[in-house]
């Protein structure tokens, strides 16, 4: 099983900040099959980003993808009011899927 | 709009079952495979497994086989996902998710997501 490794835990950052979250992968991902969602408490999680640099339809630009191999980022330029929220990074290349722990980006 | 609707929340006691639905509408049902991800109050996501709506073939994830039993009925477009055996461990919100992925082998990303569905499981 690949083990995703989120970093940091939490992240405490203002609006208008740049946020920088890591996925890390116990082996190489096949075809950097890596994807990013958004959940905000109560929501069900929301898919951002894919495959790794590809954003969903209706997200932002201010969120991007990047990475290879075994290591993935995902950069919000400048936050929101509401990008505060836990994002989470997901393998699907390789079964089982599997989810790493999950970053919280709070209001400093 | 391509959505997901699942079923209400469940209470159940330890050692019954729990099925939850989960109704697809604004695409052709059997077109996408429909996965199960679960999490745990205060926890992350957890992946359960995966059903064809089109053949009804299933891949459960490893903890969950002999306990859990997908399946599908073509004619609501509606998939369910059966858990026996239940814990208070299980105790959880569970989701379904439309894979967006190339084949049975390469499985993808998942869009969109059904609401959840809470179970508490509690004597």
């Known amino acids: 099983e690949i083990v995703l490794t989120q970093s940091p835990d939490t992240l405490s950052l203002s609006p208008g900040e740049r946020a920088t979250l890591s996925c890390r992968a116990s082996q190489s991902l096949s075809s950097n099959y890596l994807a990013w969602y958004q959940q905000k408490p109560g929501q069900a999680p929301r898919l951002l980003i894919f495959g790794p640099s590809n954003r969903a339809t209706g997200i932002p630009d201010r969120f991007s993808g990047s990475g290879s191999g075994t290591d993935f980022a995902l950069t919000i330029s400048r936050l929101e009011p509401e990008d505060f929220a836990v994002y989470y990074c997901?393998?699907?290349?390789?079964?089982?899927?599997?989810f790493g722990g999950g970053t919280k980006v709070e209001v400093k | 709009q391509v959505q997901l609707v699942q079923s209400g929340a469940e209470v159940k006691k330890p050692g019954a079952s729990v099925k939850v639905s989960c109704k697809a509408s604004?695409?052709?049902?059997?077109?996408?495979?429909i996965h199960w991800v679960r999490q745990a109050p205060g926890q992350g996501l957890e992946w359960m497994g995966i059903?064809?709506?089109?053949?009804?073939?299933?891949d459960y994830a490893q903890k969950f086989q002999g306990r859990v039993t997908m399946t599908r009925d073509k004619s609501t477009s509606t998939v369910y996902m059966e858990l026996s055996s239940l814990r208070s461990e299980d105790t959880a919100v569970y989701y379904c998710a439309r894979d967006l992925g190339l084949s049975w082998l390469v499985r993808g990303w998942f869009d969109p997501w059904g609401q959840g569905t809470l179970v508490t499981v509690s004597s």
């Open positions: 604004g695409y052709t049902f059997s077109t996408y495979f």
């Open positions: 059903i064809n709506p089109s053949g009804g073939s299933t």
């Open positions: 997901q393998q699907y290349g390789t079964s089982p899927l599997t």
